[in-house]
């Protein structure tokens, strides 16, 4: 890629000082003006030779230039490169044959190029616009090649931004997908068909210089949790979610750093479990008394909160305590404790550690939350002490 680029710089070099109509002959589909509506898009049915146009100067209205790509090959992904154009800021949308938008790259600002590190048609044709937001240059072209490689059938395929369009990924497997551009949303589905209790793990991993997210979405509640501790590349990881019958989206995103060279790729993988009461984490989804894990006394329990996470944990007294001790240890960030009894009156609320002398027999629940924005891993334990009969 890196000798691709000094080639195109060095032919720009060369043709600084060429008139426009000198170059159009480049060898390659040229960018045939007027192009600049879906009824008169250039039609490029070579692949394999580049795409070459100028942003004409238009006034005060931006030029742009549509062709219409149609691909040999259903098992093919394209690696798509548009050269930097001086003055301009390019952009590059891809749209279906009903004109819908499928994928729009714009990350950098004027003279610089533009990047789709992956994309995989679902159709035989697609319209590519190229546009300059703002900017011209009637005498540097800009030189859009499209790079194949056959298709990996675990890795997303775009567009898959919404829900309606999310890839399907079953348990016990990984996909991997590419943020791009930055904004980019990529969203999976796991059905669970059967009435039981599933337990599953999802971890997202990059090598890449990427600062990677995801939320799980959890239909039939309606409730979402974001999993992010910032920092580039590494791992974001929820343990030990548990749900019955139902379907759940997992939305993944990132920040990429302008000085990242790799793809922007990254990994999501699910991994089951079996669900048992006392797992040695908590149970999520646990945002409500209703769904508060249960803590076995004397027995530590993992857990992961984000800002706007509830944890909720339940314990039970069967007599009248001499104490109870609980402790929050947390990797991470500020996180406040509070205890209810069985009627959600608050009975105590802290951070870190916390004696509470004699408690009556009954039910108890331990609410966690933070207000920061970073994910943090915590371990809370519970210590229940009951005197002398």
Known sequence: MKLFFLLVAFFLVIISCSKKTDIRPFSGVADKEFNDSYEDAVVVNDLDSPIVGFFENKGDNQDIDFYRIKFPSSNTSYRITMTAVPD???TITILDTSK?????VNERGVGEGEMIWKFYPKFDEVYMKISSISGSNEKNPYILSLKSFEKDKTEEIEPNNTEQTSMEISPNSTKKGYIIPGD???????????????????????????????????????????????????????????????????????????????????????????????AGFEMEFNDTLETATELINLEEVDGVISQDDADY?????????????????????????????????????????????????????????????????????????????
């Open 88 to 90: 301009a800021d390019a």
């Open 313 to 389: 944990f339940r314990f039970n007294v069967i007599n009248l305590t001499e104490s109870v001790n609980i402790s929050v240890s947390r990797f991470a960030g500020d996180i406040t404790a509070e205890v209810f009894d069985s009627t959600g009156a608050k009975i105590d609320s802290f951070s870190g550690d916390k004696t509470i002398e004699r408690l009556n027999a009954g039910t108890y629940y331990i609410k966690l939350t933070k207000s920061d924005t970073q994910s943090s891993f915590y371990r809370l334990f519970l210590n229940v002490r009951y005197g002398q009969e």
């Open 184 to 278: 980019d949303r990529d969203y999976y589905h796991i059905a669970y068909p059967e009435e039981r209790i599933y337990c599953f793990t999802i971890k997202a991993e990059t090598l890449s210089n990427v600062d990677i997210n995801f939320t799980l979405i959890n239909k039939s509640t309606g409730s979402e949790k974001l999993i992010n501790r910032y920092g580039w590349g590494g791992s974001e990881e929820l343990s030990f979610v548990s749900s019955a019958k139902g379907d759940y989206y997992i939305r993944v995103a990132g920040a990429v750093n302008r000085t990242n060279i790799k793809d922007p790729l990254y990994y999501i993988k699910i991994e089951e479990k079996v669900a048992e009461k006392n």
């Open 100 to 104: 819908r938008v499928l994928l729009s």
